[in-house]
């Protein structure tokens, strides 16, 4: 182990760091010698402080993505109010006819999954739940489709509507 003096600048050879203070032989300075570190040390250090900044950012990751965070859908399904009107159906029965859109807000190509039309009535409650295919299979990115259907229920007691994507919340 090499210690200097601090005042000065003598270097001597020793086994180990002394745990009192020593005299310089050439000066006189007395002084409290420190153990430096060595190259082997220096590099472990480093390494450890690597490897923890490395699983602080892989915990942020992991924690941020499983975390429940809202992810932004990339697909958007929208009702257009203006389109839902009263039709008869061939058998006589009044039915509502819905017209809608899904947008793809990426530049992605998305497969489109089956629509889902739920239809309330005055206090919030389910009154039907209709699934039914789109339009088309694939959205290109930034492009939207237009999908029309028929409901089935009776209307007498529908007080809104909702469109859904199956599989996606």
């Given at each position: ?5 601090d005042f000065c600048k003598t270097e001597y050879n020793l ?35 690597c490897a923890f900044i490395a ?115």
């Open positions: 182990m090499k210690i200097v003096c086994d180990r760091v002394p745990n009192t203070p020593v005299k310089c032989a050439v000066c006189g300075h007395v002084w409290m010698p420190h153990g430096r570190f060595s190259q082997k040390t220096m590099m472990k250090f480093i390494a450890a402080i699983a602080c950012i892989f915990s942020f990751v992991v924690i941020f993505n499983f975390s429940g965070a809202k992810k932004s859908q990339p697909l958007i399904t929208k009702i257009n109010n203006k389109d839902i009107h009263m039709v008869v159906d061939e058998n006589g029965n009044n039915r509502i006819f819905v017209s809608g859109d899904i947008t793809n807000t990426t530049n992605d190509i998305y497969g489109l999954p089956n629509i889902i039309v739920v239809s309330y009535d005055d206090h919030g409650n389910v009154l039907s739940r209709q699934t039914f295919m789109p339009p088309a299979t694939l959205l290109e990115g930034k492009t939207t489709v237009t999908f029309n259907h028929m409901l089935s229920v009776d209307p007498t007691n529908v007080k809104r509507l909702s469109v859904e994507l199956k599989g996606i919340k």
